[in-house]
Nanobody, 121 residues
Framework: EVQLVESGGGLAQPGGSLRLSCAASGFRFISYYMSWFRQAPGKELEWVSSIDGNGNVANYTDSVKGRFTISRDNIESTLHLQLDSLKTEDSAKYYC??????????????GGQGTQVTVSS
């Protein structure tokens, strides 16, 4: 049974950093592209970043390029998102999912509850 559990969110000041994690189970992790999405209150779900199975190719939405870094640990079946130089507009609930720019697991029993990131002074 596929399961994704996000963690690592919290409160950070503008310019600060957070590291999000997504623990994956129930599927062969290395075989899947993985992605992060986020959703702020009253806004649409937004794609943030994707990474290939080997961790060699990554892509980011323009607003986070140079500030966020996606990575994965295929031994531990864990996806990470390093958030640096945080801005208030990064405040959102962050979700991980399988697939390249795909939200296939979000809002399903396979997906997690997300992890809240709040950037405020």
């Amino acid at each position: 049974e596929v399961q994704l559990v996000e963690s690592g969110g919290g409160l950070a000041q503008p310019g600060g950093s957070l590291r999000l994690s997504c623990a994956a189970s129930g599927f062969r992790f290395i075989s899947y592209y993985m992605s992060w999405f986020r959703q702020a209150p009253g806004k649409e779900l937004e794609w943030v970043s994707s990474i290939d199975g080997n961790g060699n190719v990554a892509n980011y939405t323009d607003s986070v390029k140079g500030r966020f870094t996606i990575s994965r640990d295929n031994i531990e079946s864990t996806l990470h998102l390093q958030l640096d130089s945080l801005k208030t507009e990064d405040s959102a609930k962050y979700y991980c999912t399988r697939g390249w720019k795909s939200k296939m697991d979000i809002g399903t029993p396979r997906g997690g509850q997300g992890t809240q990131v709040t950037v405020s002074s």
